[in-house]
């Protein structure tokens, strides 16, 4: 969950370097070039602006939220966000570990799902032991939760 704090706050500072530096360099450069209504540059340096100041406003809303997560509501006996789940997929009879993280954390080929993915759903306050169904494009997969490591247990 720090990883995540970190990398906002990273491109929050990226961005702001940009927006407070090089985009007011770009935009007198621009200017100093003459006619403002057919001078290409400046235009797409003030959209440049508008994005970066929307993306960092952005960032900065998903920054708040994220502070606001209450660590004692996540459970720590079921699987939740930040939590590792070993699961046992019953048709191909092959395991596979996920780790249950923000949308903007995901990266499937490394095993790092959103909580609002169909599987991270279906997985959501379940226990070891328990058997779940997944509505995937092929049909329907069981799980079997093998193993499992809540955010509470790995930062202790």
């Known amino acids: 969950m720090e990883d995540l704090k970190k990398k906002l706050q990273d491109e929050i500072a990226v961005l ?24 290409a540059e400046y235009h797409s340096a003030k959209e440049r602006q508008r994005f970066v100041e929307a993306r960092v406003a952005q960032l900065q809303k998903r920054l708040a939220d994220w502070s606001m997560i209450d660590m004692s509501r996540i459970p720590r006996d079921r699987v ?13 009879d092959e395991e596979t570990t996920y780790k249950l993280v923000t949308s903007e954390e995901t990266d499937v080929a490394n095993g790092r799902i959103s909580t609002s993915s169909p599987i991270g759903r279906s997985l959501i306050g379940k226990r070891e032991g328990d058997v779940v169904k997944v509505r995937v494009p092929d049909g329907v997969k069981e799980l079997e939760i093998l193993r499992l490591t809540t955010i509470h247990d790995e930062v202790s």
């Not at 966000?81 to 019953?90: F, N």
Request: proline share 3%.
């Open 16 to 39: 702001e370097n940009e927006l407070r530096v090089q985009l007011p360099r770009e935009i007198l450069r621009a200017r100093a070039l003459g006619d403002l209504s057919e001078n």
């Open 80 to 92: 939740g966000l930040g939590s590792t789940v070993v699961v046992m997929d019953l048709e191909k």
